[in-house]
């Protein structure tokens, strides 16, 4: 397999090659304006020494030789002629000096940049027009080039030590958080002082991410602990009738039938919580059509009463949602008492479809806890049914963007609302 790099390298690579281009990027830079500054100082230097060495050579003093000839042992003296070709590519530098001397003394000035390898800068006498003042400059391209490199070498370990520094501060929060990922799943308490946002937000999805995987390991757990209780009862009834063979007799039969509807009903109850209906589409529909259609589903619809609109549109997963106000309507029958209402309507809030029953309600102290799987309401409603009804309905509402209220009605009963976004507001 083959080995990756670590964070480590590939974010020292980055900022190292991001301070090589920058120091390059500067060098460029200060030698172009040093180049400028430069060549403007030693073209005024150049034209000067040329002015009064060419006013030196019409005097015959025995001053002006002196001074002649220490100027030839500095490099200043006099030709005739015209100046040789270079045997090298001009330094810029050079003919940047070149250019301010022609500039200075005049446009008519005959001004002649000569490397060959030293520079030569030949410069028309304006008293002589056959005669050169020549100004000679030993190259430096050997000690430039060698200054050049050392520099960049400095600059170079300097920068890669910086991105050394730059890369182990950015790196080590991750080293950090990766070796404690495993905590953090865990909802163990870490701590991550230092760290960027960014890290503290990775953190904090590791510890949402552990909840959920957490939560859902503990829906599995009593789902399997719920269902092996719920099952249990019909398969012993059913082993019991099989046992006495109670078959032939068709009131015995029925309640064989019966205990394996109760089976059958629990087993789709547990898939249907387990299958949370995300992956099906979202379509326009009407509530108020599909309250009707469930209503008609009763078993005793004349226990039912309905009030709303004739027509309420929504956006939902109908599959999913028939089966969430089923569930609340199944509830209502098995653990209220009759009237039963459904309320259909639209509020600041967005659309909304309550169930209410008029049994004795639930304990104020479980109404935080309904929702959870299996979990039914104290003694005082029943027992029958898995305990999912309410958790399937309160997912539906949540995968919509919703949300399922449950509350004790004032005069007596149970209203479990299921709210969903307005699609006109959404609009």
């Known amino acids: ?55 030196l050579a019409s005097r015959h003093d025995p001053g002006a030789a002196r001074t002649l000839a220490r100027l030839d042992a500095l490099g200043v003296r006099f030709a005739e002629g015209e100046p040789p070709p270079s045997t090298v590519r ?50 430096n391209r050997e000690r430039m080039l060698a200054s050049s490199v050392s520099i960049a070498v400095l600059a170079g370990l300097i ?19 990766a070796g404690s990922a495993g905590a953090l799943l865990g909802g163990e308490p870490v701590a991550l002082d230092g760290s960027s946002r960014e890290v503290e937000r990775l953190a904090q999805a590791f510890r949402e991410a552990g909840a959920r995987l957490r939560g859902s390991a503990r829906e599995r757990e009593l789902m399997l602990a719920g269902i092996s209780h ?38 789709e109850q547990c898939l249907a919580f387990v299958r949370d209906g995300r992956d099906e589409a979202l379509e326009k529909i009407d509530l108020a059509t599909l309250v009707g259609q469930l209503l ?45 209402r459904v309320t259909l309507g639209r509020d600041a809030r967005g659309v909304f479809v309550g169930v209410a029953d008029h049994g004795l309600g639930v304990p104020p102290a479980l109404l935080p806890q309904l929702g959870r799987p299996f979990l039914r309401g104290d003694r005082a409603r029943s027992s029958a049914g898995t305990g999912l009804g309410i958790g399937i309905a309160m997912r539906a509402a949540e995968l919509h963007g919703g949300m399922l209220e449950l509350a004790n009605a004032p005069g007596g009963g149970f209203v479990a609302t299921l709210r969903l976004p307005d699609p006109a507001v959404a609009r």
């Open 159 to 177: 920068a890669l030590g910086i991105a050394a520094l730059l890369a182990r501060l950015l790196t080590r929060p991750l080293e950090r958080l």
């Open 230 to 267: 719920d099952l249990r009862t019909p398969l012993a009834r059913l082993r019991l009738a099989l046992e006495l063979g109670d078959a032939g007799d068709e009131q015995r039969r029925a309640a064989m039938v019966d205990d394996l509807e109760e089976l059958d009903g629990a087993l």
């Open 296 to 340: 008609g589903l009763r078993h005793d619809p004349e226990a039912w009463q309905a009030d709303g609109p004739d027509s309420l549109p929504a956006t939902a997963r109908p599959r999913l949602l028939r089966r969430a106000l089923g569930n609340l309507m199944d509830n209502a029958e098995r653990h209220g008492a009759a009237p039963f």
């Open 1 to 55: 397999m083959k080995r990756r790099p670590t964070t480590f390298v590939l974010v020292l690579a980055l900022l190292a090659l991001a301070l090589f281009l920058a120091l390059g990027l500067s060098a460029v830079l200060s030698v172009r304006s040093n180049r400028q500054f430069a060549a403007g100082i030693y073209g005024r230097l150049a034209s000067a020494a040329a002015l009064a060495t060419d006013q």
């Open 90 to 139: 001009v330094a810029p530098i050079a003919l940047a000096v070149g250019r301010h001397v022609r500039e200075q003394l005049g446009a008519g000035t005959r001004v002649v940049v000569v490397q060959n390898p030293d520079t030569h800068i030949w410069i028309g006498s304006a008293q002589a027009p056959g005669r050169w003042v020549v100004m000679s400059e030993p190259s």
